[in-house]
């Protein structure tokens, strides 16, 4: 189980470098992309990876010797009780935090040893986040909130608001874009929540309890935005859950326990989710 100031991890994906711009960054890693197309190699390729967490005299070790790759377009759940490694996973997987064994290559390239600027420009320039909490500014407008990411990545203002309110659209709330988050209900403000998380246009979304402070039914019409982003997008999008009903909804399914993969299936039998208020996510 991480130790509680990881909490901090589900700000800092909004945050890069303000001394150097994000495609200098990347230049500057330690890369080894192929020489491919995307549909060539995974997505995710994660090799032998460790993460040993140190509380005083205690070490706490996280996950252990982990091995996975993930598909471009897929749409997977990692499950698992409290304290089993799955958030952990999820922050190496988020480039939020680094593994201290083993390699992990996104979309072709080694993030294992890079540095935290370098990290922070591939999350704002590749991954899209969702939270539990849903990690509005309270008091600023839901326009604002989605074009956030991409003040951190330097785009003009004007640039900015246009490509928010072409997200807030797609998610179905462009008639609440001047209003303030606080005057959102939960399912409205995980939809602003996952708008902001595709402003960038990622190729991965990852996903954190993205029902678990919402009913059943507002629940369900999140599944039913996320599924539309797979399916009709090819978005891939990962999925941290502890219900095994919103696992369902995913093509696969790994179950961690101990910091060990239990499991691994594939679902060729998804639940479909279905809203009547869920918009056609097609761009």
Avoid: W
Wanted: hydrophobic share 35%.
């Amino acid at each position: 189980m991480a130790p509680a100031n990881s909490r901090c991890h589900t700000a800092a994906y909004l945050k890069t470098s303000k001394t150097m711009g994000i495609s200098a960054l990347l230049k500057t890693a330690p890369t080894t992309k192929r020489n491919q197309t995307p549909g060539d190699f995974p997505l995710i390729d994660v090799r032998d990876v460790y993460k040993t967490y140190h509380i005083g005299e205690v070490s706490v070790p996280a996950v252990r010797g982990v091995t996975l790759t993930i598909n471009h377009g897929e749409m997977l759940a990692i499950m698992g009780p409290s304290g089993s490694g799955k958030s952990t996973l999820m922050h190496v997987l988020g480039c939020l935090d680094r593994c201290d064994q083993g390699t992990y290559l996104l979309d072709g390239i080694d993030v294992t040893r890079m540095s935290k600027s370098q990290l922070s420009a591939i999350r704002n320039k590749k991954l899209g986040f969702v939270f539990q909490s849903f990690n509005l500014l309270p008091r600023t407008t839901v326009l604002d909130n989605v074009a956030l990411p991409l003040s951190y990545a330097g785009v003009r203002r004007k640039e900015r608001r246009r490509r928010a309110a072409a997200m807030l659209e797609l998610v179905g709330l462009s008639d609440r874009s001047h209003h303030h988050s606080n005057q959102l209900s939960g399912g409205q403000k995980q939809r602003v929540a996952i708008a902001r998380s595709l402003v960038t246009n990622p190729v991965l979304l990852l996903a954190d309890e993205p029902t678990g402070n919402l009913d059943s039914k507002t629940g369900v019409e999140i599944m039913a935005l996320m599924q539309g982003l797979n399916q009709q997008n090819g978005l891939t999008i990962i999925l941290v859950t502890h219900e095994p009903d919103i696992a369902d909804y995913a093509n696969r399914t790994i179950a961690v326990r101990d910091g060990l993969i239990e499991f691994d299936r594939r679902n060729s039998n998804a639940k479909q989710a279905r809203s009547a208020t869920s918009p056609n996510p097609s761009i």
